[in-house]
């Protein structure tokens, strides 16, 4: 008796397995194989997740008699023998996540040309019946004298049907020693709608530095569970992962020259028909190096960084107008308006309004919501461009019902006292809304935003003067895209009325300004008087002329 441990189990053990035993003396004689047993694997396919690991051996445990030698051979096993065939290796190109209605390449290679090797989706061998369809065509590969074993196999037209795990098997004169490829997983994008990719770092990253990427599905796509980052010109995904929530954050540690680059998810069913959604929009970082040298120029005279502002309100209504303002004091630039990583438009300044750039957004919709900067650069030095501009963030009210905003103060409010005012969203909302932010009529951006775990946030107006007075109202709002907000809260108003001792002392301040400014008028009615007093006397003390006798 002999016993093969099979040790990790992963999807490319399935298959039919059968054992024989033989003498292990040369020219030895062996046994018919037995019934075939049929090993099944659940769960996704191998190759989901880390794609570069290796497949496991049966291992010969040592049989009861000396001189024969039991083997077992199974479908996508390899097994110790005398010189055991090399796994092959099977890759996709352009991409294993690819959209409807485009073409990819597989690849399978193998060292041996005596091999003859088998493409299989989901353990089902592929034949050349059809001419587009990948679950029906070739996939049996001849090598030719000489070859490296390697043959390229063009899929064109993809469908949502050709989805699926695919794996590359080699066998060697049609013995039992067959060896599989890692699995994988090709994608066929589009079935479902995009997500958003965003990072709270910005797009420029120091070498050396952590970059965590975030990508969130819309709220109804709860059953599909698995998530991949994908980086443009990288055939396979770059990391992969199942979340049970909305959304998975990706992370980039340790990041170096070569994570440059643009970056996206999707999300997809974990398991058949796997079914994919719309790319991300591209997120794209930009790994720099802390020791690169820079020019004198540089150093001596970097860009200052330009100021961005939305007018009349960075909380504006949906169907409304916005006009992102950049100003940089530095003449002869050229001002660049992004969303995220994306730059939405460039633009010389207003000739009337040196330094600042106008770009307007028309007919909001809730796509206009999101992070915004500005960034500018000289137009006789394109590659010399400044840091960005504090972030902006624009809501698009609208999309969810009215919290109501109360006052927590009793009588009326009076200058330097602390306010409270207390914004409660419906008891029906979900937890998905926790921001919320104050506004107050005539400022062009939220007063204070806060974070809230409950249906209620309070705001609180420390020390309030006549300045806090005014028209208030408040939203609450996703964390993240696609950053739906509410409607505003009705109005309310604050009035700030003077405090006896504000009051007392604004008295003293007008009796003080009233008793200097009397002093004043004393002060200078005796410069006035004085200085008549010594004209006259000047002129009453000078000598008259002596008058000449008329003559006779």
Known sequence: ????????????????????????????????????????VKGLCAGQGNLSGEGKRLFNQAPLDPSSQVRLCGGRT????????????????PNSVAPSMSNVVLKCMTFRREAVCVIK?????????????LSKWTSILDFPTGWRG????????????????????????????????????????????????????WSK????????????????MTEYTMF???????????????????????????????????YSCVYHQKEAPFWASHPSDHFKILVSDPNDEQTDMDKADPLPKPSLSAWPNAVASENSNVTLRCVSPTPGIRLVLRKGDKVLDSRLPHHLTEGTAEFRLTNLRLSHAGYYTCECYLKESPNKISSSSEVLLLLVTGDLPKPSLRVQHLGRVTTGELVKLQCQKPHNSTELYQKFALLKVGNSSPIQLLTSENNTAEFTLQNVTSRDAGRYSCVYHQAEAPFRTSHPSDHLDISVAMSPSALSKCYTKINLIRLEMSAMFVVLMAVFLAEAWYSHRMSSSRPRPCSTPAPP
């Not at 990790?8 to 033989?22: A, I, P, V």
């Not at 590359?168 to 020693?177: A, I, L, P, R, V």
């Not at 994008?189 to 990072?199: A, D, I, N």
């Not at 050396?208 to 819309?218: A, D, I, R, S, W």
């Open 1 to 40: 008796m002999a016993e093969f441990h099979i040790a990790e189990l992963q999807q490319n053990h399935g298959g039919h397995y059968t054992c024989e035993s033989f003498s292990k003396w040369p020219n030895g004689t062996g046994t018919q194989p037995s019934d075939a047993l049929l090993l099944l």
């Open 78 to 93: 390899d097994v110790s023998g005398d010189e055991p065939l090399p796994k092959p290796i099977l890759s996709v190109w």
């Open 228 to 262: 991949m980052l994908l980086k443009e010109g990288v055939p396979s995904p770059v990391q992969v992962q199942s979340s049970e929530s909305n959304r998975a954050d990706f992370s980039l540690h340790n990041v170096t020259a070569t994570d440059t680059g643009n």
């Open 150 to 201: 390697t043959r390229e196999f063009s899929l064109t037209e993809l469908q949502q049907s050709d989805a699926g795990c695919y794996t590359c098997e080699c066998s060697e004169n049609k013995g039992c020693d067959v060896k599989s490829s890692n699995a994988i997983l090709l994608l066929v994008t589009g079935h479902l709608p995009k997500p958003s990719l965003q990072s709270h770092q």
């Open 205 to 220: 990253v120091t070498a050396g530095g952590n970059v965590t990427l975030h990508c969130q599905k819309p709220d109804n």
């Open 121 to 133: 989706k989901g353990g089902t061998n592929l034949y050349p019946r059809t001419r587009l369809h």
